[in-house]
């Protein structure tokens, strides 16, 4: 019985990837129906999963997969074509099957129900014959649910095999002498054991390395560095067991734009980049509601509908954008929409009708202050509560939680021509990279992701930087003023007399788009600690996120930035007396830049920064060959996508001067890929002002323009061009905005 058990684990674990994987893979097929790769795929998963429920004796989850096989196997051959109704079938379908695996892993019962509709009109669109097989193949569901019997005899269990789309690097052969990788699935208590023990013994390892530096014995020395090697060996391993690909959550997102634009009427396309971006499993289930509710809230309020679109002169189709990458440690996950933007006056009226917020501190308010508007709870610019929306609890809902696993939110908007929200998230909440600091005699941590910047000043002498500002202490740093809160009173520290030439350290910290400056006695060093959960008794003082075990075996608590600066009242009272960095005018020098000038088919003067750009190649045309529908070149040992610059550059020739000889070809890195940017001539290299000139009208693949010896030069937009080249649309219609950049 115990093996029967084992065996069926294993399978609810496999029939759940099968599913979880239709649902976007249903919906991909649903936008591009010929894609018979996919088709295929869909097919083998869902053959995989009636062969494997007949086998447990699930009938009901037998004979439904086999109707949704049935159907995929006449679109494989040509019998049958996709559309909205049919996608809807096998989507309604989908969730039939997931619950029935539910069922069957909280009972070991399959629970009963009538499929026979939704069985009738997945076979309705096949012939005759094809139910007749289907009748005979699956005897008929009975009202009471079959037990799972395993059969008597021994019999080797089947394994269970779910056939997926691999990478392009997957599906080389193998070289002789070549490791293969065989994946083994374990159990997560078993990492989460695992993980604990590293901790521990990350612990153990800072205990031990005060004593070596002190110690004369070499062979004692020694031991420890080695120890302090595998230790650290242990813990990236482990790090590295616990992460997961973001695609674990993103898979969902496909049928839930596609719900939810049904839902309100409206076409969106979703675009996903950095799927293959890792996290820890913990923090990747914390983000799952948040991004849902940010997609919804996109779609729901942003996007407008494709009549309105087409009144201003968009594309009827919109798009939103999934994106994700490490950044300096952390993980940066962006919502992104072509929509209509935040109506910041909207969000200033509805603000003062439900009482957030007095009418004349409304009218001071600046676009990034009304956004922060949106966070208050009970606020909605919905004057009906519908079943999306109007409510006034979402994106404080969002804020909250992303803040409680250490993450923060920021949001910019342009009217009318997108919402860009991102979402900074740290790569675990296990071990944690903290910076050291002692105040008030004790010693407390800071996490080294929230430190911009690490300033030293001396308080006590004159000319010391120090302003005030309507009683908040100011730091100017570069001419901008950073308000300054000081740890020892924060918390109520018994404040040390500073010595004469004592120095004070400030670390420039980010609470919600505010810079303040957290004011310490002395920084120590940076070292990676074990996060510790405070008690019970401790669990509500907002000034501390944990506590760690120090080398010598004290307890350290480490800070909570944000508490800290919410407790502090400095954002009320910035609020109340804005700083405006524009008080004091200091002259500026005028920053140049270094760009190349080249030449496409069609335009004679394009500049793009040279820091861009990694080699200038000469290449020939019988280097290229075709991988799909792109060109590529084998490069440095990588595999370098052409992209045709004529091709997506308001203005370009669309010439193929690349197929008659030798030309100048641009390489570039863009999220860790490389790209062949294809141009007609380099003409130079200059130095020219930084300043950047808007078009009169947007032009497709240019960011802008800059004047040169009384010269217009077209700047490229190189990420706009490589988003446009990723979508591989086959018209010219490509999203508006693709990117919204914050400031910094």
Known sequence: MENHDEILAEFILEAREIIDRLDGDFVRLEENPGDQALVGNIFRGLHTLKGSSGFFALKRLEKLSHAGESLLGKIRAGQATLDFDKSTRLLEMNDILRSIIEGVEANHIEPAGDDQELIAALLGAIPAEIKQTHDKILSPLTNEAPEIVLKQEPQPAPEIQVEYAEPAEALMPNTPGQEVVVPVKVNPEVLDKLMNIASEMVLARNRLLPFSQQSSDKLFTSAVRSID?????????????????????????????RDVSAECGKKVRLLQEGSETELDRILLDSIRDPLIHLIRNSIDHSIESPEIRLQKGKSELAYLVLRAAHQNGIVIVEVIDDG?????????????SRGLISGEKAQLLNHKELIDLIFLPGFSTRDAITNLSGRGVGMDVVKNNIENIGGSIEVTSIPNEGTHVKLKIPLTLAILPTLFVRSGGEIFLIPQNRILELVRFSPNQPNNGIEDFYGTPTFRLRDKLIPLLFLDEQLKMAKKPLKPKQKLFITLLNFN????????????????????????LLRDMSNFAGATIMGDGEVALILDVDGIARKSGLVERLQANPIRQEERYVPTVEEMISVLLFEIPGLN??????????????????????????????????????????????GGSKDSHLNHARVPVLTCHYRDRLYGLVVKQVTDIIEVPAKLHELSTPQRGLNGCIIYNDQVINVLDLEEVLVMHNIQEESDEYPKVIDLYLPG
């Open 229 to 257: 090697l595998l230790t650290l060996e242990l813990q990236e391993r482990m790090m590295k067991m616990r992460m997961q690909p973001i695609f674990h959550i993103w898979d969902k997102f496909p049928r839930l734009v």
């Open 340 to 352: 209509a933007g935040v109506d910041y006056e909207r969000v200033r009226q509805r603000a003062v």
């Open 513 to 536: 788009g505010t810079l303040f400056g957290l004011v310490v006695e002395e920084v120590l060093n940076i070292q990676d600690i074990v996060i510790k959960p405070l008690g019970e």
């Open 605 to 650: 003067k394009i500049a793009l920064p040279l820091d861009s750009i990694d080699h200038i190649i000469k290449l020939d045309p019988s280097q290229i060959q075709q991988n799909g529908s792109r060109e590529v070149v084998y490069f440095n040992e990588q595999l370098m996508d052409l992209v045709r610059l004529d091709h997506y550059v308001s």
